[in-house]
């Protein structure tokens, strides 16, 4: 049986002569490829549709560690990588989401949210009413901070488990009757930055770095479509900044209760993202002939 490392290399060698398919009309496709009905197959320069499916993992969140229970889908366009790092620019989806706004409980929610003696009698008396009416379930929803442009990815970094694979600008929102609709970690204008790979990380000393895995590629389709699995994208040395927008209009109150539950802002190494995912890739020849 050949090694992983060889069936990596060729699944990327196949996939670049995929890549070099003229692409063809755009039409809803069929079986395997409908997956990438929303790819931008027919935008200039975009060599590659990609849909991705995280399926699980962790978030570490200050001190707050929220499991990936509910896939999340991240699609769209791949444009030609640049020669000497690798890295490609990202196309975001035509017609649906490019990241999924996919809510995952927050284990506890609000329960262990209490706020100090110091706390003004409003927001006593609030998170008390709050609490009395059993209405402690958080959801965090994963969010992208930036245009799909500035999402940067990729394939061949992620096969040989080193360097970049996915750089993917996030905010992450708290939703819950209390917190109201506007309470957000990072923000458009202060993105937290996952700079995601497949290798190893390089967080901050003390903190120790942790290792991705690439997966078990196969080529599917009579070779037209490449698909991943087991892929484990992780990253522990970013930054998250305090959450804001939380209880308006309280949230001058609020915000720096959820904050001090949280331990928000925290530093990098104090924070992980592990993403364990699925991965269809194909050329947009291929998507656009099916």
């Not at 889908?73 to 990202?90: D, S, V, Y």
């Not at 999402?151 to 929102?173: C, D, M, Q, W, Y």
């Not at 903190?207 to 991705?212: C, M, N």
């Not at 389709?221 to 698909?227: D, R, S, T, V, Y």
Request: glycine share 10%; hydrophobic share 40%; with cysteine.
């Amino acid at each position: 049986m050949p090694s992983r490392t060889v069936l990596r290399w060729i699944t990327l060698g196949a996939l670049g002569i995929v890549v070099l398919c003229l692409p063809a009309a755009a039409r809803a496709h069929e079986g395997e490829f409908k997956k990438f009905n929303d790819c931008p197959s027919t935008e200039s320069g975009v060599r590659k549709c990609v849909y991705s499916v995280t399926n699980g993992g962790t978030i570490v969140l200050g001190s707050k560690k929220t499991p990936i229970v509910n896939p999340v889908t991240l699609q769209g366009g791949i444009f030609a990588p640049n020669e000497e790092t690798n890295i490609a620019k990202f196309a975001g989806a035509v017609g649906g989401e490019t990241l999924s706004k996919t809510p995952q409980p927050v284990p506890g929610g609000l329960a262990g949210i209490v706020p100090p003696e110091s706390a003004p009698l409003l927001v006593k008396l609030a998170i008390a009413f709050f609490f009395e009416n059993g209405l402690t379930g958080v959801n965090a929803t994963l969010e992208l901070a930036k245009p799909a442009s500035e999402i940067e990815i990729s394939t061949f970094n992620l096969l040989i488990e080193e360097g970049l694979a996915l750089r993917l600008p996030v905010k992450v929102h708290l939703e819950n009757p209390f917190l109201g609709s506007s309470c957000y970690v990072g923000s458009n204008s202060n993105p937290i930055i996952w700079n995601l790979t497949t290798g190893p990380t390089s967080p901050p000393s003390p903190y120790e770095s942790i290792h991705g895995q690439a997966g078990f590629p196969e080529l599917k389709e009579h070779n037209e479509l490449a698909e991943v699995t087991e892929n484990e994208l992780v990253e522990n040395a970013w930054e998250a900044p305090k959450a804001t927008g939380c209880g308006e209009p309280l949230s001058l109150l609020v915000d720096p209760v959820i904050n001090a539950a949280i331990g928000l802002p925290s530093t990098p190494g104090k924070n992980t993202a592990i993403l364990k995912n699925t991965i269809l890739t194909a050329s947009v020849g291929a998507v656009n002939s099916h």
